[in-house]
């Protein structure tokens, strides 16, 4: 497919689109190949978007929600849209020591027990499709809504992205496949509050550079949070990311952030989790999510399927995510979906 990767790309092909994958980065503007340098990512099956491509999801039939259940602004609207602008712009904290603050930490509570669940439903053999009702169902059961359903027009009621897939990748029927990663990001909404967390989990026997990848992500997310704290500049969580890897063969997404959350699902602040010099400092009351994808190889970019929604990396190396919210106190950071 043309638009599959700018980059220079070799894969060496095997049955049912299962690759010893080799990206090759181009070492200098010569187009020899004794100037290319070729990084080895293991052995995995690559995610691509079906043919004959099928453009956005409206043929994807949503799951039903019982009237009881309360939703989110943007669940009421016809396209999914996000009524208004204002939260998204304020300051994104939220008043701590009352009923803000709780309702706040029983969200992520609940999208902590979510992901919790999610894990256990991911089994050789099992679509993605069917762990998305299952956990539409646990979620609903707990009179809560699943957040991402209808967001901005999106299908399904969870994120499931496998290997090659950096975030948002939709719910179908492919079975998971033993060697996968797979990455699911759920996000609750319970009494006027979101909750956001996901974790990478490993699908059967995968080998040493799928779990040392899902390994370095949740290494990289643990020294994020470290850098968390009232009077810490935002720009610490990009730099403690970057400095870990440094001296490895990986890189992080620059294209998607983490967010502030509350009330509203994607709010101020936008936490950035590459090098950056970004103004703002963490204050008391301050929650946000910090969610960094990290990459196999120097290449981070990515590109969008036909849905409008996948996004996988230009080179098909693997990507693994790791996310939880953070509450900034008086003291110092909670770690809400821990």
């Known amino acids: 497919m043309m638009w599959l990767a700018r980059a220079p790309l070799r894969l060496a092909l095997r049955t049912q689109w299962t690759y010893r994958a080799r990206a090759i980065r ?14 080895d990512f293991g052995e995995y099956s690559i995610i691509l978007p079906e043919e004959p491509f099928v453009f956005g999801v409206s043929h994807i039939q949503k799951r039903q929600v019982p009237e009881y259940i309360r939703r989110p602004p943007y669940a009421l609207t016809p396209d999914g849209s996000v009524p208004g602008d204002g939260p998204r712009r304020d300051s994104g904290k939220i008043k701590l020591g009352g009923e ?6 029983q969200a992520a509570k609940l999208a902590k027990k979510v992901r919790e669940f999610a894990g256990a439903q991911v089994k050789v053999g099992v679509t993605t499709n069917t762990i998305d009702s299952a956990i539409h169902d ?110 490895k063969d990986y890189s992080v997404s620059p294209q998607f952030t983490g967010h502030g959350i509350g009330t509203v699902f994607h709010r101020t602040p936008w936490i950035l989790h590459h090098l950056n010099d970004e103004p703002g400092i963490m204050e008391p009351g301050h929650c946000f999510t910090i969610e960094p994808a990290i990459i196999q ?36 950071a909670d770690v809400l979906t821990q």
């Open 297 to 332: 190889g120097t290449n981070p970019r990515g590109w969008i399927f036909p849905d409008g929604w996948t996004a996988s990396t230009e080179n098909c190396a693997r990507s693994a995510q790791a996310e939880h919210m953070i509450l900034i106190t008086e003291t110092g």
């Open 26 to 39: 181009q070492m200098s503007t010569g187009p020899t190949e004794e100037n290319e340098e070729v990084h």
């Open 138 to 247: 646990f979620i609903i059961s707990h009179s809560a809504y699943p957040s991402p359903l209808r967001y901005q027009g999106f299908p399904r009621s969870c994120c499931t992205s496998i290997n090659n897939v950096i975030v948002h990748g939709i719910p179908d029927d492919r079975s998971l496949e033993n060697g996968d990663i797979i990455n699911i990001d759920v996000t609750i909404f319970l009494n006027g509050y979101h909750g956001d967390t996901s974790q990478t989990f490993l699908v059967g026997d995968v080998d040493e550079p799928g779990k040392e990848l899902v390994q370095t992500t949740n290494k990289a997310l643990e020294l994020a949070i470290a850098a968390c704290g009232p009077g810490k500049p935002f720009k610490a969580i990009g730099k403690a990311i970057h400095q870990f890897l440094s001296d």
């Open 100 to 105: 803000e603050e709780s309702l706040l930490r």
